[in-house]
């Protein structure tokens, strides 16, 4: 079964930065896609950012310019890079494998942007 580890969340200042990683172990042949999203309280699950197999990356636009999605040398690991952030950036971030057809999700962690 594929398991995913996510860290790196946490309290930060308005402008502040943070990144999060997330390691993907077990059965982890021939991924397809891995990226983050993210769940503020009341709001629906949404794309932060994607990086595909080859490389080629998408975000939200609300996080562009801001935040950078990377993969590791291993190729189970992807980053998140967060800058700049915002109150608004506020939120469960989770991670996201596509094995297909099958897509795996991380147990989330905690954002928080405040002074």
């Known amino acids: 079964q594929v398991q995913l580890v996510e860290s790196g969340g946490g309290l930060v200042q308005p402008g502040g930065s943070l990144r999060l990683s997330c390691a993907a172990s077990?059965?982890?042949?021939?991924?397809?896609?891995m990226g983050w999203y993210r769940q503020a309280p009341g709001k629906q699950r949404s794309l932060v950012a994607v990086?595909?197999?080859?490389?080629?990356?998408n975000y939200a636009d609300s996080v562009k310019g801001r935040f950078t999605i990377s993969r590791g040398n291993a190729q189970n690991t992807v980053y998140l890079q967060m800058k700049s952030l915002k109150p608004e950036d506020t939120a469960i971030y989770y991670c996201?494998?596509?094995?297909?057809?099958?897509?795996?999700w991380g147990q989330g962690t905690q954002v928080t942007v405040s002074s």
């Open positions: 990086i595909s197999s080859s490389g080629s990356t």
């Open positions: 996201n494998v596509r094995i297909l057809p099958d897509s795996f």
């Open positions: 077990g059965g982890i042949f021939n991924i397809f896609a």
